[in-house]
């Protein structure tokens, strides 16, 4: 059984960044892909980004390409998602998730086996 706790949400302006955060448990934490997704009121999940055990490889939504950046960090257990230049629709609760097997597709929710909580960010105009 995997955990995942998801934190650094917050309430931003435009323009401005955040960092979340996801701190797993278990042992096998390297052997996971992680990713990203988020969930605004009446929408449906979106993925957002995601990165491969090693983190050699890296995904991103179109949406988000240039301006969020994901990363982990193996000894710490924990993924990160960088996002800059934030904007007033990226306003949604962010949902970190693993998957045991790799490989992908990483860009539907259904390849992942384990969902934190969720966070919410706000992004005001």
């Known amino acids: 059984q995997v955990q995942l706790v998801e934190s650094g949400g917050g309430l931003v302006q435009a323009g401005g960044s955040l960092r979340l955060s996801c701190a797993a448990s278990?042992?096998?934490?390297?052997?996971?892909?992680m990713g990203w997704f988020r969930q605004a009121p009446g929408k449906e999940r979106e993925f957002v980004a995601a990165i491969s055990w090693s983190g050699g490889s890296t995904y991103y939504a179109d949406s988000v390409k240039g301006r969020f950046t994901i990363s982990r960090d193996n000894a710490k257990k924990t993924v990160y998602l960088q996002m800059n230049s934030l904007k007033p629709e990226d306003t949604a609760v962010y949902y970190c998730?693993?998957?045991?097997?790799?490989?992908?597709?990483?860009?539907?929710?259904?390849?992942?086996?384990?969902w934190g909580q969720g966070t919410q960010v706000t992004v005001s105009s």
């Open positions: 278990g042992r096998t934490f390297s052997s996971y892909a």
């Open positions: 998730a693993a998957a045991i097997r790799g490989g992908g597709p990483y860009y539907f929710p259904s390849f992942y086996d384990y």
